[in-house]
């Protein structure tokens, strides 16, 4: 939670763990200016989460990579299904994937496969290209991948995704 609380101001928000409405971070490097725009994944803010996704250039789209979550997510009226529609329906053609809760599925290689190859084939129904998608393996509560590497997933050597200049590589 230590990452979401960065951003998440509302006590209701810090009480029940989850994004309510959206909040705005800004920040500079050398080359842009970037603002996050952190929108609620819960399924009785999706008027807030659509406010947020309708101002963005990039999406990152969440997903709990635990047995049955993950599932349930992709699940014909999923929310992980529903948001990735509603982020290309409103113009977001840039997409990041961070598979989250790692530390549930055991760091598996494997799991993180499988969610990426699932997680390919429905985004790509939806309108995205898996191959302009960079996909990271992430814990949120560790911080694994979030910020550094993490050494409890060393099989991950890193991303890869096409754009126009070619192909781009990326660690976290």
Same mark, same amino acid.
């Given at each position: !939670?230590?990452?979401?609380? %960065? #951003? ?10 989850? =994004? ?6 800004? &920040? ?7 603002? /996050?725009?952190?929108?609620?994944? *819960?399924?009785? &803010? $999706? ?13 990152? #789209? ?11 997510? $992709? ?7 529903? *948001?990735?529609?509603?982020? &290309? =329906? ?5 997409? $990041?994937?961070? %598979? ?11 799991? !993180? ?12 129904? /939806?309108?995205?290209?898996?191959? =302009? /998608?960079?996909? /990271?393996?992430?814990?949120?509560? *560790?911080?694994?991948?979030? #910020? ?11 991303? =890869? ?12």
């Amino acid at each position: !939670f230590k990452y979401a609380w %960065v #951003l998440d101001k509302l006590k209701a928000e810090r009480e029940r763990g989850i =994004t309510i409405d959206i909040a705005l971070w800004k &920040f500079e490097t050398p080359k842009y200016m970037v603002t /996050v725009i952190d929108a609620p994944g *819960h399924r009785d &803010f $999706i008027k807030n989460m659509i406010t947020g996704t309708s101002q963005a250039d990039c999406a990152i #789209l969440i997903i709990a990579g635990g047995t049955g979550e993950f599932e349930a997510g $992709i699940s014909k009226d999923g929310q992980t299904r529903e *948001h990735a529609l509603l982020a &290309f =329906t409103l113009g977001v053609r840039q997409l $990041i994937v961070a %598979v989250n809760k790692m530390d549930t599925t055991k760091w598996s290689e494997d799991r !993180f496969n499988e969610i990426v190859k699932e997680t390919s084939n429905f985004i790509k129904k /939806v309108g995205y290209n898996p191959k =302009t /998608v960079a996909f /990271v393996p992430i814990s949120g509560w *560790h911080g694994d991948n979030m #910020l550094e590497e993490s050494p409890n997933m060393p099989w991950f050597k890193g991303w =890869t995704k096409e754009n126009k200049a070619g192909v781009v590589k990326g660690k976290t």
